[in-house]
């Protein structure tokens, strides 16, 4: 009998599974590190570690990482339990960023879910604060580099599952279909618009629009496209890691010109900042995609929002 299994986590989608494969064809769920798959490299298992380096825009710096790559070879009950600390921002510090998939335990051990993300700290921070009474601890197995193939994470759920499947004989809790507290998604929040039509005449100058908007809310990011649907790949990122951080922003669409006419030039003057999106923090411009990006990967971006 076919049962719908719930893949991911915050951001997700339902993947068909029929619980008799899992039983008695277990080889038709390819395990990520299978040494026949191309997959094999790119999933790996973390543990406790002390300091590491990395190079950061050229130069190489060290940083503290609660995790470090092993050469063994990942398994469910292999993969270390680490616990989950009360806060989000906790939570977000002490998982890695990057791309993979998670178990997620209850205070008494019981696996409650399997996900995958894209931001395995932004999901599990997700959960916790969702869910704090089901999510205790988890197991991370994170994708090498900036590796997040839709088919390798799914890869990588599959044999998570298959696994506990083929232990326990059931699916988690939290993955069985209709179980929505683990997979709704955030309501997102609306557009900004400065002006109520292009051809109504506004009583102050657009520039000072600007202005009062960027101090009177704590981020802005003025983009390409909407926050749902940016319409250039700097703006898609920058409005990704803010999400991935659960930043509280406001966002406003550069292109509309119907409700923000003349922005792009206007904004290019206020700011003198040349290009597109631009992000603000009380007030002051940050900059722009690559700078987001640098300090996200740096976790300065993390430190200037706690400030």
């Not at 390798?152 to 209709?178: C, R, Y």
């Not at 309501?187 to 629009?209: A, F, I, M, N, S």
């Amino acid at each position: 009998m076919a049962s719908a299994v719930q893949l991911m986590g915050f951001n997700s989608s339902y993947l068909r599974c029929h619980y008799s494969s899992f039983r008695r064809h277990p080889k038709t769920i390819p395990h990520p590190l299978a040494s026949s798959s191309h997959e094999a490299t790119y999933l790996r298992c973390f543990l406790p570690s002390t300091r590491r380096r990395r190079k950061v825009l050229g130069r190489s710096v060290s940083f503290r990482s609660p995790f470090l790559p092993t050469t063994a070879v990942l398994k469910l009950d292999e993969a270390k339990l680490v616990s989950i600390p009360s806060g989000s921002d906790r939570v977000e510090d002490r998982f890695p960023h990057g791309a993979g998939v998670y178990g997620v335990y209850d205070k008494v051990g019981e696996l409650q879910f399997i996900g995958i993300s894209r931001n395995v700290a932004a999901s599990i921070a997700a959960h916790s604060k969702a869910l704090p009474d089901l999510c205790c601890s988890v197991k991370v197995g994170l994708l090498e580099g900036d590796n997040s193939d839709k088919t390798v994470l799914t890869d990588a759920w599959k044999s998570w599952l298959e696994e506990h499947i083929t232990l326990t004989g059931k699916i988690p809790p939290g993955n069985q279909n209709g179980n929505s507290p683990w997979v709704r998604r955030p309501q997102r929040k609306p557009d900004l618009r400065l002006t109520p039509g292009r051809h109504v005449q506004l009583t102050v100058p657009l520039e000072e629009l600007i202005d009062r908007l960027v101090k009177e809310n704590e981020v802005v990011a003025f983009i390409k496209g909407s926050r749902s649907a940016p319409q250039c790949g700097f703006s898609q990122r920058v409005v990704g890691i803010l999400e991935s951080l659960r930043v509280d922003f406001e966002c406003v669409d550069v292109l509309d010109e119907e409700h923000n006419f003349g922005l792009r030039e206007t904004l290019k003057r206020y700011s003198n900042w040349p290009t597109f999106p631009q992000v603000f923090v009380r007030g002051e411009l940050i900059g722009g995609c690559d700078i987001i990006s640098s300090m996200a990967e740096k976790g300065e971006l993390v430190a200037l929002f706690r400030k």
